[in-house]
């Protein structure tokens, strides 16, 4: 099983930045891609970034506007999500996700969240 727990989160004002880090335990298998989701009060999840680990191809979901970096280190199975020029409006759950062995194409593995809070 793999256990997935993120770091990072907090309160900052708009305009400021946070990087959060996601580790993972209880599996030595290569994960196929690892991302990042957040969950708004009130609102659906939505996909924020993620990693595909077999061609090292970034995905960002269209709000991202070139302010968040996903990264990571596919050894290591870690993958960091750097949020620059935050609003009010990123204020969410964030949550790191893994498509783990042995089915790839889905995110079937996640972890607890952190919460993110940007005032204005």
């Known amino acids: 099983q793999v256990l997935l727990a993120e770091s990072g989160g907090g309160l900052v004002q708009a305009g400021g930045s946070l990087r959060l880090s996601c580790a993972t335990s209880?599996?030595?298998?290569?994960?196929?891609?690892m991302g990042w989701f957040r969950q708004a009060p009130g609102k659906e999840r939505e996909f924020v970034a993620g990693i595909n680990w077999n061609n090292a191809r970034t995905y960002y979901g269209d709000f991202m506007k070139g302010r968040f970096t996903i990264s990571g280190d596919n050894a290591e199975n870690t993958v960091y999500l750097q949020m620059n020029s935050l609003k009010p409006e990123d204020t969410a759950v964030y949550y790191c996700a893994a498509d783990a062995p042995p089915v790839a194409g889905k995110y079937d593995s996640w972890g607890r969240g952190t919460q993110v809070t940007v005032s204005s």
């Open positions: 209880g599996t030595t298998s290569r994960l196929y891609a």
